[in-house]
């Protein structure tokens, strides 16, 4: 069982700091600790903030989309340039990952034109520096290029454990990225699952290569408990 956070456990928020887990998610992770082999968050926030926010026993943890642990790759000459990216649309914020350095933009008077700002703004700072340009809700992150992201967790994950079948449960675009790698483990002649998690964010995309989508992250906590309950 291998599960996205924000916009999947946790309902998405104005600012990461306020995100909480959707009620019930933490007892129903509890339920699948003890009955699957590996029960995992993969995401996009480094580990020790997400394991403080879920505090379940047995649970484990994959900060920074599977990166965290990786030499700091950011050169010193990119933050400044971020920040100064940031700068030009009121409200945006930087947000310094250690591996990868994020701008959000959710709380900008105009959403949709600070998106388009930041992207023109970023893509040349993120092609200098050899680095990928990552889009989720409301954010733009530089993560380096030689990297695997989350579809690279989830194989390591299933390769490491031997197992035999995965669900992955998602939400966003870094989301597609582990579902691409759902489809491979299934030509490999895993069992899989690609679990899409609807809300008014969610990339069309995702949702049509979902074989299953849950309404949001109660629609989730509901499906994660029957899965947890005894057979």
């Keep these: 069982m291998l599960l996205d956070f924000d916009g999947s456990l946790a309902p998405i928020v104005a600012h990461p700091d306020l995100a909480v887990p959707e009620p019930g998610a933490r007892e129903a992770l509890a339920a699948l600790v003890g009955r699957y082999a590996v029960v995992a968050v993969v995401t996009g926030r480094r580990a020790e ?136 483990l299934a030509a490999a002649g895993l069992g899989t699952v690609k679990v899409a998690v609807r809300g008014d964010e969610t990339p069309p995309a995702l949702i049509e290569a979902a074989d299953l989508v849950a309404d949001g992250p109660r629609g989730l906590v509901e499906l994660l408990r029957e899965l947890g309950e005894p057979a």
Aim: charged share 25%.
């Design 49 to 184: 903030e997400v394991a403080a926010l879920l505090s379940v026993p047995g649970l484990r943890y994959e900060g920074l989309y599977g990166l965290e642990g990786s030499a700091p790759e950011l050169l010193l000459a990119v933050l400044p340039q971020v920040a100064r990216a940031a700068a030009t649309v009121p409200e945006a914020w930087v947000e310094d990952k250690g591996v990868s350095v994020a701008v959000h933009y959710r709380a900008a008077p105009d959403p949709v034109r600070a998106r388009v700002a930041l992207m023109a703004a970023l893509e040349p700072v993120a092609t200098d520096a050899g680095m990928w340009l990552v889009e989720g809700k409301m954010v733009l992150e530089l993560v380096p290029a030689d990297r695997p992201m989350k579809g690279g967790a989830v194989e390591r994950i299933v390769g490491e454990s031997a197992l035999q079948a995965v669900l992955y449960a998602g939400d966003d675009v870094a989301d597609l990225d582990a579902f691409d790698a759902i489809d491979r």
